[in-house]
């Protein structure tokens, strides 16, 4: 039995910013980089926030995502802080991953640019330090790249924001790499430790991933920084647990995915926006009706003896819906379906 849906609102989705990173783990996975101007995009973007007001219809979400780093040039990224402002969410934060190398003082010039634009702090993800992060990032003096534009963003007077990795490569080299990060100077407003998404490439590290066991048994000063939601995660086989106590299927509340191609904006921006949602909303329900429901998917195609840490429950359904997909490959949309992996 496939699954139904209830639509709650659009993603306009485009891969325009490309990213110097190569990541074993990237939650992005396989990458294209599309040739299309952010400001067709983003226009196409405030058309759906204008229609979302005509319509009086406020809890209908808008969303984007135009790249896979903020290597926006100026005038894209206080085009970006605006979008995002309409969208709810102060957008005051620049990512460091993925950014292609500059100078110390290209760098401090780039940060005070956008310092002056209203962006406070910069973040980045920490996958262990040295030459261990150097290799999960598959990119040579990735580590000190990032720990130096940290410093730099501090002497700035920006905020330091610092994610990490806890895999079980990385556990080993946790307390170095926070004696590393402690010796920074400058504010950090933001430490967190995470678990890697079941997505992209990670999807193929189940290997890494740490147990239960270990997570239970983390130190102190581990547990923490662990993000704010942790005692929100669960094994699989809890996650399994959860799935089985659910009531009822009922249809899922989802957001399109529209993924603007250099070889289809000029189709789309000829559309009107309920065009657009017609088209898409038949093509999504679709894809969803192709996949099993959660319960299903959970009893025939989850491990009930796998202890590996998950997030979040989108990603134990997704290495489900792997397992289904292995023995019953079959063709459908996935990547316009939340259980999309790359
Ligand atoms: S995880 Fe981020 S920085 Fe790394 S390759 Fe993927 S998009 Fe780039």
Not at 128 to 136: I, K, P
Not at 140 to 169: C, H, P, V, W, Y
Not at 183 to 199: H, K, M, Q, T
Not at 266 to 290: H, K, N
Request: proline content about 3%; some cysteine; hydrophobic content about 40%.
């Amino acid at each position: 039995m496939g699954r139904s849906i209830e639509v709650d609102g659009i993603w306009v989705h485009s891969d325009i910013i490309p990213c110097c990173n190569h990541c074993g783990y990237c939650q992005v996975g396989r990458k294209k980089i599309e040739n299309v101007d952010f400001f067709r995009l983003a226009a196409l973007v405030d058309r759906f926030y204008a229609w979302r007001q005509q319509q009086s219809l406020d809890d209908f979400k808008v969303g984007h995502w135009f790249g896979y780093t903020h290597n926006f040039d100026l005038p894209q990224m206080i085009a970006e802080k605006r979008l995002r402002a309409l969208g709810g969410w102060n957008l005051d934060v620049i990512l460091l991953g993925g950014l292609p190398d500059r100078s110390v003082g290209e760098m401090r010039a780039w940060l005070k640019e956008r310092m002056d634009a209203g962006f406070a702090s910069v973040i980045s993800s920490f996958t262990g330090y040295g030459v261990l992060h150097d290799r999960w990032n598959g990119r040579k003096g990735d580590f000190e790249r990032l720990m130096q534009i940290q410093r730099i963003a501090a002497e700035l007077g920006m905020g330091l924001r610092q994610r990490i990795f806890l895999t079980k490569s990385t556990l080993p080299l946790l307390d170095e790499l926070l004696k590393k990060l402690d010796d920074l100077p400058g504010n950090v407003v933001e430490r967190c430790a995470y678990l890697w998404f079941y997505s992209g490439f990670s999807a193929r590290l189940e290997k890494e991933r740490i147990s239960e066991e270990t997570f239970n048994s983390l130190p102190e000063h581990i547990a923490k920084i662990l993000r704010k939601d942790w005692k929100k995660w669960r094994s699989e086989a809890k996650w399994m647990e959860a799935v089985r106590q659910e009531e009822t299927e009922v249809p899922q509340k989802v957001s399109l995915k529209l993924i603007v191609t250099e070889s289809n904006i000029d189709r789309v921006e000829s559309m009107s926006c309920e065009e657009i949602l017609a088209a898409l909303q038949r093509r999504t329900q679709e894809a969803y009706a192709a996949i099993p429901i959660r319960r299903e998917l959970c009893e025939r195609w989850g491990d009930s003896s796998n202890q590996s840490m998950y997030m979040f429950q989108e990603h134990a359904e997704r290495k489900w819906l792997d397992a289904y997909l292995q023995s019953s490959p079959i063709q459908f949309e996935r990547e316009l379906t939340y259980l999309a992996v790359d």
